[in-house]
């Protein structure tokens, strides 16, 4: 099935008297269980592009159907119950609240889903134990390193089995050790059926999807297969 359909996707920007063409005519298709890396320089659009896939910001013109579902007409509310819906971001910053501890962190879009407590701790505990973290749970995000940090965010992301791992720039802040480890990590999390969309502008974290869409000036310039995926050992 079909989870991402993008048709003449245009996103201009006013500031001011002045408009930026941040997209376009962006026209994709993504299926579920696929593993998508966008790449492309400063200013081609991928920001731009990742806000209205993660249903933070709405299209110009054009149609963003998610899941059959058309939604790029939507309001706020309505966005933004898809968005807690369908979609796990992980951010380069990781975006933990700092009081809290990993379980906590992780347990956080499980209040907003609307379960009781002890289902929560539990959900929570099952997250971070899928990412190798289950010992860290009552460590505060400054406790822990990098690497760690982005793995709570990645527990957090996936807790309410979003359609989408949305992740901007998920190594941007971490070694390029730490980095293969997450990419292993989201090789697992493709291994069991998850659809990943990443963004990166380094070669060898895209070189971890199975499919590369390269973004120039606001238009797609390449979509193509990666024949050098990074598989698991
Ligand atoms: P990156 O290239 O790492 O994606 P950007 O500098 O393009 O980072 O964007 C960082 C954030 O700032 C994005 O959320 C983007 O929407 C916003 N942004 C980028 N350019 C402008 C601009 N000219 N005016 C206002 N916000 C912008
Ligand atoms: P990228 O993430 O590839 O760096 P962006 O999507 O951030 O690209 O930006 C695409 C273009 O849109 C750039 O010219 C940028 O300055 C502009 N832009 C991005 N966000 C905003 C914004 N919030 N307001 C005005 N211009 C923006």
Do not use: W
Not at 187 to 196: F, M, S, Y
Request: proline residues 5%.
């Amino acid at each position: 099935p079909t989870i991402i359909e993008m048709q003449h996707i245009r996103k201009v920007y006013i500031m001011g008297t002045q408009q930026v063409e941040a997209l376009k005519d962006i026209n994709i298709q993504v299926k579920k269980g696929e593993y998508v890396a966008f790449m492309g320089p400063s200013g081609s659009g991928k920001s731009t592009l990742m806000n209205i896939i993660g249903c933070l910001d709405t299209p110009t013109s054009g149609r963003y159907f998610l899941n059959q579902k058309d939604v790029s007409q939507m309001n706020e509310d309505e966005l933004a119950e898809v968005r807690n819906k369908e979609i796990g971001f992980v951010f380069q910053t990781f975006n933990l609240l700092p009081r809290m501890n990993a379980l906590d962190n992780v347990a956080l879009p499980l209040i907003y889903a609307g379960y009781k407590k002890s289902e929560r701790i539990a959900r929570a505990m099952q997250a971070l134990e899928n990412v190798g973290l289950a010992d860290r749970a009552h460590h505060k995000p400054n406790e822990l390193s990098g690497g760690q940090r982005q793995r709570v965010a990645i527990a957090r992301a996936l807790v309410n089995n979003p359609s989408i791992l949305l992740a901007d720039e998920p190594t941007g802040n971490l070694d390029s050790k730490t980095s293969y480890e997450i990419m292993e990590l989201f090789n697992q999390i493709h291994a069991q059926g998850n659809t990943i969309i990443m963004v990166t502008h380094e070669d060898d974290i895209a070189s971890y999807a199975e499919r590369i869409v390269r973004l120039r000036d606001g238009l797609i310039e390449s979509d193509l297969p990666n024949p050098q995926k990074v598989r698991l050992p």
